[in-house]
């Protein structure tokens, strides 16, 4: 495992692309988001920004990180550049260890380094299944990075309910139909 | 494409067989096995006196789905750190009256946790007498019975549906990776949303990420914004899709039932919620970014047809029965199998 805890491992400019993930995050949180913001950096510039917008598109699917994937298949299709050589140089800063999902697409996208905030408890592609032990991707991750400002503004979201869950989920006795 | 022949379905017999559960390896495997410490009781008629009496100085909290006796042995302590010879010692300690036993102690093993299946049962209980409390449907998932035939044959109409829009995929886009999906609302028995890989344009457009994607779509559009509210929302196939569908297979379901917000649901499960109570039919294994979208998803059941390489319900890893996740589903392989293996061919 290669996730360094220390915050002084990460330059200026990596640091100033953590604070712009953290505001998509928060932005998030605004809008009865789970709060995690992401951004995409190829050649030293933002060219994705995302924030996770399940709830606001009613699919489970659109996490910050795949919000960011779809908008570099724009930019290399904009730019006539070849996706693959794109994405193996882009640098994810995400203010959440990606969960199982996001982590397998990045991984399949070889994308050059992940730098995330804070673990995932719930859905962590290596806290909760070491989704890097299964596919050995190329890519370099490192966590721990203002890993307490991003998990208080998870605390912070899952304080009140999610507003689109359904109410009161009774305990079904197994799916028997 | 444009063939008017329709799609006959098979007689389900053969391929009840080829549909495999993916269930988790404890409920497959052996229950383990565990050490125990026996010795036979003197005289039978002070069986029940003796077992109280054990059962009083020396519980064995971690194997109580063990009966304490098997005929005249009873069962004393787990073998564990104590020697043979520490074992009339321990029980004089515990103020049990060892003259009762024939000091005649052996080591036996027996089932260290409760058999989950019958199978398991009748093995363990052939070591040392154990309680079981067989759950039906368990059961029916590991002697692969869940299905009735006409189940079964639904299940094959919709793979069949899936194998269809993969090759609509691999004829009309010149695609060589086809993967076709179909997602259904078992409660209508109606196709709610369709999808096929579409990895070319964009890399983690999968088939089970665009289907996701088209439940999605049903699920924008409000019933009050709706003129016909008795009809079903097609919103998650498209017209294309629909039409070569529709032709196909005749007599077919298609839409959803309309969204509701969490102010007009009465009952948590009326939903419809992300995917909550869909079933999902993809001819290919999902891998681990799809398999764990559809935990995200929140899907009831998955039907695939071949394992792939880098599969997540079997292959490479079981996502679906990662204990520490928020939903589980359910998983069956092997549905259509050789119309799924035929999509590889070129």
Not at chain 1, 30 to 52: D, K, L, M, S, T
Not at chain 1, 93 to 118: H, N, Q, W
Not at chain 2, 199 to 204: E, I, K, Q, V
Request: aromatic fraction near 8%.
């Amino acid at each position: 495992m290669s996730t360094a805890e220390s915050e002084s491992s990460l330059s200026d400019i990596e640091k100033s692309f953590m604070e712009k993930a953290f505001c998509y995050a928060k932005e998030a949180l605004q809008n009865q988001e789970v709060p995690v913001g992401c951004i995409f950096v190829y050649h030293n510039e933002v060219i994705a920004v995302g924030r996770n917008e399940v709830n606001q598109t009613k699919n489970a699917t659109r996490h910050a990180e795949m919000v960011c994937v779809d908008q570099v298949v724009e930019y290399s299709k904009t730019n006539s550049l070849k996706l693959e050589s794109v994405f193996e140089q882009i640098d994810v800063f995400v203010t959440v260890e990606p969960c199982i999902m996001c982590a397998a697409a990045l991984y399949d996208l070889k994308v050059r380094s992940i730098t995330f905030g804070c673990k995932n408890d719930r859905f962590g592609g290596s806290t909760v299944l070491d989704v890097k032990e299964i596919l050995k991707p190329v890519t370099v991750v490192q966590g721990g990075h203002r890993a307490d400002e991003a998990m208080a503004l998870l605390k912070e979201f899952y304080k009140g309910q999610n507003p689109n869950a359904p109410a009161s989920k009774v305990k079904l006795k197994k799916s028997v139909e | 494409m444009r063939s008017s022949k329709r799609i006959k379905l098979d007689k389900p017999e053969h391929s009840q067989k080829c549909l495999i559960p993916i269930i988790s390896d404890d409920l497959i495997q052996d229950t383990p096995l565990i050490d125990v410490y026996v010795d036979t009781i003197n005289d039978p008629k002070h069986i029940s006196k003796v077992i109280i009496d054990l059962n009083s100085s020396l519980p064995i909290l971690d194997l109580t789905h063990l009966k304490r006796v098997k005929g005249k042995d009873i069962l004393l302590c787990p073998v564990d750190s104590i020697g043979i010879d520490q074992v009339h010692g321990l029980l004089k300690i515990k103020n049990f009256d060892t003259s009762y036993l024939q000091n005649n102690i052996r080591v036996v093993s027996v089932a260290k946790i409760p058999p989950k299946t019958r199978t398991q049962y009748n093995k363990v209980n052939k070591y040392w007498p154990c309680n079981f409390h067989s759950d039906k449907y368990i059961e029916k998932l590991v002697t692969n019975t869940l299905f009735s035939s006409e189940e079964l044959c639904e299940h094959e109409k919709f793979m069949k549906m899936a194998v269809l829009l993969a090759n609509y995929r691999k004829i009309t886009y010149k695609d060589r990776k086809c993967v076709g999906s179909v997602v259904v609302d078992p409660k209508i028995k109606s196709i709610v949303a369709v999808g096929y890989s579409n990895a070319l344009s964009n890399p983690c457009e999968h088939a089970t990420m665009v289907s996701i994607n088209n439940v999605a779509q049903t699920q924008l559009s409000n019933i009050n914004d709706v003129p016909n509210k008795s009809k079903l929302n097609l919103s998650g196939i498209p017209e294309d899709i629909h039409t070569v569908l529709q032709d196909k297979f005749e007599g077919s379901c298609f839409g959803s039932t309309w969204f509701k917000d969490k102010s007009e649901i009465g009952q948590p499960s009326d939903g419809p919620y992300l995917c909550t109570g869909y079933y999902i039919y993809l001819t290919h294994e999902p891998c681990i970014m799809c398999s764990m979208a559809l935990v995200h998803s929140r899907i009831k059941k998955v039907f695939y047809g071949i394992n792939s390489s880098n599969g997540a319900l079997g292959t490479l890893c079981k996502v679906h029965l990662l204990k520490d996740l928020n939903h589980h589903y359910e998983v069956f392989a092997g549905l259509c199998k050789s119309e799924c293996e035929g999509l590889n061919i070129l």
